[in-house]
């Protein structure tokens, strides 16, 4: 099994910035593809952003597309989702996911993934 523990939530004024990072274990944990989400009070859980197990492809929502930025540092297992130019709408919870087989065709979908953290908060203030 594979160990998500995201972190780099909290309360930023709109405008601002935070890095959220999401830090994996487990068995051939760089060998996942890993998904980040979001999942504002009401709302169903959207794709934000994704990054293959080797880094070279990462996609985003069009929503966030650039102002959110993923990378992943293979030797520490940790994959970063810096986000800039925050907005009100991205206040939401924010969640990494991991699957060992990633198809473009379905990475957007939540139900693609085998493996989810706990979920870091991140609130943007008008």
């Known amino acids: 099994q594979v160990q998500l523990v995201e972190s780099g939530g909290g309360l930023v004024q709109a405008g601002g910035s935070l890095r959220l990072s999401c830090v994996a274990s487990g068995r051939a944990a760089s060998n996942y593809a890993v998904g980040w989400f979001r999942q504002a009070q009401g709302d169903e859980r959207e794709f934000v952003s994704s990054i293959n197990y080797s880094g070279l492809s990462q996609y985003y929502a069009d929503s966030v597309r650039g102002r959110f930025t993923i990378s992943r540092d293979i030797a520490s297992n940790t994959v970063y989702l810096q986000m800039s130019s925050l907005r009100p709408e991205d206040t939401a919870v924010y969640y990494c996911?991991?699957?060992?087989?990633?198809?473009?065709?379905?990475?957007?979908?939540?139900?693609?993934?085998?493996?989810w953290g706990q979920g870091t908060r991140v609130t943007v203030s008008s």
């Open positions: 996911a991991a699957v060992r087989l990633w198809t473009t065709a379905t990475m957007r979908q939540p139900s693609t993934y085998d493996y």
